[in-house]
């Protein structure tokens, strides 16, 4: 996006009352979902972990895509999904910031 199509802080705003994300919208949310992950961590073993918020994720976006987006080809949408999340994995992989902690 460039700056002259960049949204200002009043169209941010009202984009974020209509319940729409921006980029710092969107990585803050995800960013509490980490938050919450690493907090559990404390205590629930990694792999275990993974799985619960793997199966949560699944959980949601069968929920949206049911009530929400009302799909009718539930395979269209899983392959969508499941794209969406390789690409994902596929960019965090590859994320040299992504290190275990010393």
């Known amino acids: 996006m ?3 199509n960049k949204p200002n802080r009043k169209q941010r705003r009202a984009a974020r009352a209509e319940g729409t994300l921006d980029t710092s919208g969107f990585l803050r949310i995800a960013d509490s979902f980490i938050d919450l992950a690493n907090r559990h961590n404390r205590t629930v ?9 793997l199966f949560a994720a699944a959980r949601y976006s069968a929920y949206v895509g049911k009530t929400v ?14 794209g969406e ?8 992989l590859a994320d040299e910031s992504l ?4």
């Not at 073993?45 to 918020?53: E, G, K, R, V």
């Not at 999340?85 to 965090?92: P, T, V, W, Y």
């Open 45 to 53: 073993n990694a792999t275990q972990l993974h799985m619960a918020m």
């Open 99 to 102: 290190a275990r902690p010393e």
């Open 69 to 82: 987006l009302d799909v009718e080809d539930h395979e269209d949408y899983v392959k969508r999904m499941t």
């Open 85 to 92: 999340f390789q690409d994902f994995l596929r960019q965090h």
């Open 2 to 4: 460039s700056e002259d």
